[in-house]
Protein backbone atom coordinates (compact mmCIF):
# COMPACT_ATOMS: atom_id res chain seq x y z
CA UNK A 1 0.00 0.00 0.00
CA UNK A 2 1.05 3.13 -0.80
CA UNK A 3 2.15 5.13 1.91
CA UNK A 4 3.89 8.14 4.24
CA UNK A 5 4.13 8.08 7.25
CA UNK A 6 4.47 11.29 9.12
CA UNK A 7 6.01 11.37 13.10
CA UNK A 8 5.14 12.61 15.40
CA UNK A 9 1.25 13.47 14.77
CA UNK A 10 0.96 15.98 17.57
CA UNK A 11 4.02 17.78 19.98
CA UNK A 12 4.29 20.56 21.92
CA UNK A 13 7.85 22.07 22.37
CA UNK A 14 9.21 25.44 23.96
CA UNK A 15 10.89 28.46 22.24
CA UNK A 16 14.66 27.34 21.02
CA UNK A 17 14.40 23.58 21.38
CA UNK A 18 15.34 21.50 18.29
CA UNK A 19 13.66 19.36 16.99
CA UNK A 20 12.64 16.64 14.10
CA UNK A 21 9.55 15.79 12.54
CA UNK A 22 10.42 12.86 10.34
CA UNK A 23 8.81 11.60 6.54
CA UNK A 24 9.23 8.62 5.44
CA UNK A 25 7.59 6.88 1.68
CA UNK A 26 7.37 3.63 0.50
CA UNK A 27 7.09 4.25 -3.23
CA UNK A 28 10.27 5.25 -4.75
CA UNK A 29 9.56 8.78 -5.58
CA UNK A 30 12.46 10.83 -6.05
CA UNK A 31 9.88 14.47 -5.23
CA UNK A 32 9.53 14.95 -2.00
CA UNK A 33 8.18 17.87 -0.49
CA UNK A 34 7.13 19.91 3.27
CA UNK A 35 4.53 21.77 3.68
CA UNK A 36 2.59 23.96 6.47
CA UNK A 37 -0.71 24.96 6.60
CA UNK A 38 -2.63 27.85 8.27
CA UNK A 39 -5.76 29.39 8.54
CA UNK A 40 -6.92 31.26 5.33
CA UNK A 41 -3.06 30.70 4.18
CA UNK A 42 -3.75 27.35 2.29
CA UNK A 43 -0.61 25.14 2.76
CA UNK A 44 2.58 26.72 1.58
CA UNK A 45 5.69 24.85 0.70
CA UNK A 46 8.53 24.75 2.99
CA UNK A 47 10.87 23.14 1.15
CA UNK A 48 11.31 20.25 -1.71
CA UNK A 49 13.89 17.49 -2.54
CA UNK A 50 13.83 16.52 -6.30
CA UNK A 51 16.06 13.54 -5.43
CA UNK A 52 19.49 12.53 -2.93
CA UNK A 53 20.98 14.86 -1.57
CA UNK A 54 18.92 17.78 -3.98
CA UNK A 55 16.80 20.15 -1.69
CA UNK A 56 15.44 23.55 -2.27
CA UNK A 57 13.72 26.38 -1.07
CA UNK A 58 10.16 26.74 -1.28
CA UNK A 59 8.10 29.88 -0.45
CA UNK A 60 8.43 29.77 3.11
CA UNK A 61 11.53 28.41 4.35
CA UNK A 62 13.18 30.63 6.99
CA UNK A 63 13.49 28.41 10.41
CA UNK A 64 13.57 25.21 8.73
CA UNK A 65 16.29 22.75 7.52
CA UNK A 66 15.93 19.54 5.84
CA UNK A 67 18.27 16.43 4.62
CA UNK A 68 17.26 13.77 1.53
CA UNK A 69 20.68 11.23 2.67
CA UNK A 70 18.17 8.68 1.08
CA UNK A 71 14.92 8.31 -1.11
CA UNK A 72 12.70 7.13 1.39
CA UNK A 73 13.23 9.59 4.18
CA UNK A 74 13.00 13.53 4.17
CA UNK A 75 13.07 15.09 8.11
CA UNK A 76 12.12 18.39 8.51
CA UNK A 77 14.43 20.21 11.36
CA UNK A 78 13.56 22.90 13.43
CA UNK A 79 16.90 24.24 15.14
CA UNK A 80 15.78 26.87 16.94
CA UNK A 81 11.85 26.83 16.70
CA UNK A 82 9.57 30.17 17.66
CA UNK A 83 5.92 30.57 18.22
CA UNK A 84 5.66 31.64 14.79
CA UNK A 85 6.08 28.74 13.49
CA UNK A 86 3.28 27.00 15.54
CA UNK A 87 1.19 25.38 12.97
CA UNK A 88 0.29 22.55 10.62
CA UNK A 89 2.74 20.30 8.58
CA UNK A 90 2.55 18.12 6.25
CA UNK A 91 5.34 15.84 4.43
CA UNK A 92 4.22 14.68 0.89
CA UNK A 93 5.63 12.31 -2.17
CA UNK A 94 5.00 12.96 -5.57
CA UNK A 95 5.10 10.56 -8.51
CA UNK A 96 4.01 11.88 -11.44
CA UNK A 97 0.72 12.63 -11.50
CA UNK A 98 -0.33 12.42 -8.08
CA UNK A 99 0.93 13.53 -4.73
CA UNK A 100 0.32 11.30 -1.29
CA UNK A 101 0.10 12.87 1.79
CA UNK A 102 1.24 12.21 5.34
CA UNK A 103 -1.32 12.74 8.11
CA UNK A 104 0.34 15.65 9.34
CA UNK A 105 2.35 17.27 11.99
CA UNK A 106 0.46 19.70 14.79
CA UNK A 107 3.19 21.79 16.47
CA UNK A 108 2.85 23.72 19.17
CA UNK A 109 5.80 26.66 20.18
CA UNK A 110 5.27 28.46 23.28
CA UNK B 1 5.40 30.17 -12.28
CA UNK B 2 2.22 28.77 -11.37
CA UNK B 3 -0.53 30.32 -8.80
CA UNK B 4 -3.56 29.13 -7.83
CA UNK B 5 -6.43 31.36 -6.81
CA UNK B 6 -9.74 29.86 -5.31
CA UNK B 7 -12.54 32.51 -5.66
CA UNK B 8 -14.43 32.03 -2.56
CA UNK B 9 -12.67 31.74 1.02
CA UNK B 10 -16.20 30.67 2.66
CA UNK B 11 -19.33 29.19 0.91
CA UNK B 12 -22.11 28.49 3.43
CA UNK B 13 -25.24 25.91 1.84
CA UNK B 14 -28.09 24.30 2.83
CA UNK B 15 -28.18 20.38 2.87
CA UNK B 16 -29.23 19.13 -0.46
CA UNK B 17 -28.46 22.30 -2.34
CA UNK B 18 -25.74 22.29 -5.30
CA UNK B 19 -22.75 23.98 -5.22
CA UNK B 20 -19.99 24.85 -7.38
CA UNK B 21 -16.59 25.94 -5.63
CA UNK B 22 -14.58 27.95 -7.79
CA UNK B 23 -10.31 27.46 -8.76
CA UNK B 24 -8.40 29.25 -11.75
CA UNK B 25 -5.13 28.73 -11.94
CA UNK B 26 -2.15 30.92 -13.98
CA UNK B 27 0.80 28.92 -16.13
CA UNK B 28 2.78 29.05 -18.88
CA UNK B 29 2.56 25.38 -19.82
CA UNK B 30 -0.06 22.43 -19.89
CA UNK B 31 -0.68 21.52 -16.21
CA UNK B 32 -2.15 19.13 -14.21
CA UNK B 33 -5.36 20.23 -11.83
CA UNK B 34 -6.72 18.19 -8.41
CA UNK B 35 -8.89 19.09 -5.66
CA UNK B 36 -8.27 17.66 -2.29
CA UNK B 37 -10.21 17.73 0.53
CA UNK B 38 -9.25 18.07 4.13
CA UNK B 39 -12.25 17.02 6.65
CA UNK B 40 -11.69 18.25 10.38
CA UNK B 41 -8.66 17.56 11.94
CA UNK B 42 -7.86 14.94 9.41
CA UNK B 43 -5.42 15.16 6.48
CA UNK B 44 -5.62 15.59 2.80
CA UNK B 45 -7.75 13.25 0.69
CA UNK B 46 -7.77 13.43 -3.31
CA UNK B 47 -11.27 14.05 -4.44
CA UNK B 48 -10.64 13.93 -8.29
CA UNK B 49 -7.84 15.09 -10.47
CA UNK B 50 -7.13 16.38 -14.09
CA UNK B 51 -4.58 14.58 -16.57
CA UNK B 52 -5.60 14.61 -19.51
CA UNK B 53 -8.91 13.80 -22.03
CA UNK B 54 -12.48 14.32 -21.28
CA UNK B 55 -12.42 17.88 -19.50
CA UNK B 56 -15.39 16.78 -17.15
CA UNK B 57 -13.84 14.65 -14.19
CA UNK B 58 -15.93 12.71 -11.67
CA UNK B 59 -14.70 11.97 -8.18
CA UNK B 60 -15.59 10.79 -5.05
CA UNK B 61 -18.05 11.32 -3.00
CA UNK B 62 -20.43 13.06 -6.01
CA UNK B 63 -18.33 15.46 -6.54
CA UNK B 64 -17.40 16.27 -9.91
CA UNK B 65 -14.85 19.19 -12.00
CA UNK B 66 -14.94 20.88 -15.35
CA UNK B 67 -11.51 21.77 -17.31
CA UNK B 68 -11.63 24.81 -19.16
CA UNK B 69 -8.29 25.21 -20.79
CA UNK B 70 -9.54 28.68 -21.98
CA UNK B 71 -10.37 30.43 -18.97
CA UNK B 72 -8.25 28.70 -17.14
CA UNK B 73 -11.02 27.43 -14.73
CA UNK B 74 -11.23 24.40 -12.81
CA UNK B 75 -14.45 24.78 -10.53
CA UNK B 76 -15.67 21.58 -8.58
CA UNK B 77 -19.60 20.99 -8.15
CA UNK B 78 -22.08 18.77 -6.86
CA UNK B 79 -25.57 18.72 -7.52
CA UNK B 80 -26.66 17.65 -3.88
CA UNK B 81 -24.33 18.33 -0.58
CA UNK B 82 -24.71 16.47 2.59
CA UNK B 83 -23.51 17.82 6.30
CA UNK B 84 -20.86 15.26 5.91
CA UNK B 85 -19.58 17.52 2.92
CA UNK B 86 -18.33 20.10 5.18
CA UNK B 87 -14.86 20.01 4.92
CA UNK B 88 -12.31 22.96 3.55
CA UNK B 89 -11.40 21.98 -0.11
CA UNK B 90 -8.19 22.57 -1.98
CA UNK B 91 -7.74 23.40 -5.82
CA UNK B 92 -3.79 22.32 -6.64
CA UNK B 93 -2.07 22.41 -9.86
CA UNK B 94 1.19 21.22 -11.64
CA UNK B 95 3.47 20.99 -14.59
CA UNK B 96 3.23 18.48 -16.90
CA UNK B 97 6.54 17.31 -16.22
CA UNK B 98 8.56 15.34 -12.90
CA UNK B 99 10.19 17.15 -10.65
CA UNK B 100 7.94 20.24 -10.72
CA UNK B 101 6.33 21.78 -7.31
CA UNK B 102 2.12 20.98 -6.34
CA UNK B 103 1.42 24.44 -5.72
CA UNK B 104 -1.97 25.11 -3.65
CA UNK B 105 -4.82 27.34 -3.57
CA UNK B 106 -6.19 29.06 0.13
CA UNK B 107 -8.89 26.74 0.47
CA UNK B 108 -12.66 27.13 0.43
CA UNK B 109 -14.50 26.20 3.12
CA UNK B 110 -17.93 24.19 2.61
CA UNK B 111 -20.56 24.67 5.76
CA UNK B 112 -23.34 22.75 5.08
CA UNK B 113 -25.78 22.99 7.42
CA UNK B 114 -29.39 21.70 7.77
Known amino acids: EAQVTQNPRYLITVTGKKLTVTCSQN?????MSWYRQDPGLGLRQIYYSMNVEVTDKGDVPEGYKVSRKEKRNFPLILESPSPNQTSLYFC?????????FGQGTRLTVV | AQSVTQLDSQVPVFEEAPVELRCNYS??????LFWYVQYPNQGLQLLLK??????LVKGINGFEAEFNKSQTSFHLRKPSVHISDTAEYFC????????????FGKGTTLSVSS
Open chain 2, 92 to 103: AVTQRQAGTALI
Open chain 2, 27 to 32: SSVSVY
Open chain 1, 92 to 100: ASLGFTEAF
Open chain 1, 27 to 31: MNHEY
Open chain 2, 50 to 55: YLSGST
